[in-house]
C-alpha cells in the first residue's frame, strides 16, 4: 500500500475481474469514476442535509465543512482508508435539547466533542487499537451503530408515507438494475434509481408546483452562514456523550472497509479518530453540524470494490 497521495489504475479500468478488489489507492477509468462520483453524492445528500434541518443549522455551512472534512480526512488517512464524512445523526438529539441556549452554545458542544475525538485519536495513534477494544469491543461498537439506524427507521418510513408511489418506484428500479444487470451499469444502480424517480415524479406531478417554484428562484450560488461557537456548560455536557457514538462509528466504519477491500487497516485506527476529530471541531468552529464517518459510504462504496461486476 503505497503512502502518498495518489490512485493507481486497476487492471484496464473497465472491469473488475471473479474474486479481484478495488483496493482503496486503486481506481477504475476516469469516466467510471466520475459516475461513480455523482452515486456517491446523490447517496451521502440527503442525509447530509437532514441533520442541519432538523436541528437548525445553515444547510451551506454544513455541506461546506462536510467536503472539506472529507479531505481533511483522507489526507490524514493519506488516501489508504476511503470515507466521506457528512453530518453525524448522533448531534440530532444534544442539539434539539440544548436550542435553548442559541446556535453558538450548540456549536461549543460541537467543537469540544470534536477536539475530545482528536485527543482519543491521538491516544490510539499512540497505544495502539488495543485501547479502543478493551474498552468498546467489536460486539458493543456493532450494537451501537445497528442502534442509530433502528433509531432512524421511522424517519425513512415517513418520508416513504409521504409519496409512497415515487419511492416505490425509485426503491424496484435500484432492486431491478442491481440485480439483473452487470458491469458498470449494477454499479450505478443507486444513481439510475434516483433519475427514474425523479423523472417519475416530474411526469406524475410528485414534484408539485412549489418544488419547482423554490428550484427556480433558488441562487445560483449560496454563500455559507458563519457563526461564532459558544461555551455553556449544560450545553457542553449534553453534547459530549456523543463521542462514545462517534468512535463506535469510525471503528464499525475501518472494520468494514477492511472487510470490504481484503485488508488488515488497524494501523490507521488513531489517524481515522484524528480525521474525523479534527473535521467535527473545524465545523463546529463556524457553524456546521459535526461529522461522522457515513454509514452510507459502506452500502455504495461496495459497489466500487465488488467482484461481481
Known amino acids: 500500500m503505497k503512502n502518498s497521495i495518489g490512485w493507481t489504475l486497476h487492471g484496464d479500468g473497465r472491469r473488475v475481474n471473479p474474486g479481484a478488489v478495488v483496493a482503496p489507492d486503486e481506481r477504475l477509468s476516469w469516466p467510471r469514476t466520475i459516475g461513480i462520483g455523482m452515486q456517491h453524492v446523490v447517496a451521502m445528500f440527503g442525509a447530509t442535509l437532514l441533520v442541519p434541518t432538523l ?47 442559541g446556535v453558538g452554545a450548540q456549536l461549543g458542544g460541537v467543537l469540544l466533542t470534536g477536539a475530545a475525538l482528536i485527543l482519543v ?73 434516483v433519475l427514474v424517480g425523479w423523472i417519475f415524479a416530474a411526469l406524475s406531478g410528485g414534484l ?8 427556480g428562484d433558488a441562487a445560483w450560488v449560496g454563500l455559507p452562514q458563519f457563526h461564532t461557537p459558544e461555551f455553556h456548560l449544560s450545553a457542553v455536557l449534553v453534547t459530549l456523550p456523543v463521542l462514545v457514538v462517534l468512535i463506535a462509528e469510525n471503528v464499525g466504519h475501518v472494520k468494514a472497509v477492511a472487510e470490504m477491500t481484503n485488508r488488515n ?27 461522522t464517518t457515513y454509514a452510507e459510504y459502506m452500502g455504495v462504496g461496495s459497489k466500487t470494490a465488488c467482484s461481481r461486476c
Open 55 to 101: 436541528t437548525g443549522f445553515p444547510v451551506n455551512t454544513t455541506l461546506l465543512f462536510s467536503g472539506l472534512g472529507t479531505i481533511i480526512f483522507l489526507l490524514i488517512t493519506r488516501n489508504q482508508l476511503p470515507s466521506y464524512l457528512g453530518s453525524s445523526f448522533a448531534f440530532i438529539a444534544p442539539l434539539t435539547a440544548s436550542q435553548q441556549y
Open 208 to 215: 408539485g408546483d412549489d418544488a419547482l417554484a423554490t428550484i
Open 121 to 193: 485519536g491521538v491516544l490510539v495513534q499512540w497505544a495502539g487499537k488495543r485501547v479502543i477494544d478493551a474498552v468498546m469491543p467489536p460486539v458493543v461498537t456493532g450494537a451501537i451503530v445497528a442502534l442509530i439506524g433502528f433509531n432512524l427507521a421511522p424517519t425513512a418510513v415517513s418520508n416513504v408515507q409521504t409519496q409512497p408511489a415515487i419511492a416505490g418506484v425509485t426503491l424496484l428500479t435500484i432492486v431491478v438494475i442491481t440485480v439483473a444487470t452487470r458491469g458498470m451499469l449494477s454499479r450505478l444502480s443507486i444513481l439510475i434509481g
Open 265 to 291: 487497516l488497524d494501523h490507521l485506527q488513531g489517524r481515522a479518530l484524528i480525521g474525523d476529530g479534527i473535521a467535527t471541531t473545524l465545523a463546529g468552529g463556524f457553524g456546521g453540524s459535526g461529522t
